[in-house]
């Protein structure tokens, strides 16, 4: 069974840090592209950042120069790095694998993505 285990939310003040893991179990994802997505309360589910199977990594806008995305394989483990947070950071993140393989080009709809971990919230007060 192919689980997504998300860790790392929390509560934090607005321009601290916050680091999210995503750690995999039942496969690997060495050839997969890995992302991050956020919903916030009422809201629609929304890219936040993706890695390829290179290492390639892709933010959106809201994040860039703020968030970093990095993987180890070996350890079948995707990270976010989370500095700078701000009010609007706040939101369940969500890890996602791309069932497709050794590809570069990175979807940034949740409806690419085959699997999904439950979630870990992260509140940033004002």
């Known amino acids: 069974q192919v689980q997504l285990v998300e860790s790392g939310g929390g509560l934090v003040q607005a321009g601290g840090s916050l680091r999210l893991s995503c750690a995999a179990s039942g496969r690997t994802f060495s050839r997969n592209a890995m992302a991050w997505f956020r919903q916030a309360s009422g809201k629609e589910r929304d890219f936040v950042a993706a890695i390829n199977w290179r290492d390639g990594t892709y933010y959106a806008d809201s994040v860039k120069g703020r968030f970093t995305i990095s993987r180890d394989n070996a350890k079948n483990t995707v990270w976010l790095q989370m500095n700078s947070l701000k009010p609007e950071d706040t939101a369940v993140y969500h890890c996602?694998?791309?069932?497709?393989?050794?590809?570069?080009?990175?979807?940034?709809?949740?409806?690419?993505?085959?699997?999904w971990g439950q979630g870990t919230q992260v509140t940033v007060s004002s």
């Open positions: 996602a694998a791309d069932a497709s393989e050794m590809r570069l080009f990175v979807e940034r709809g949740p409806s690419n993505y085959e699997y």
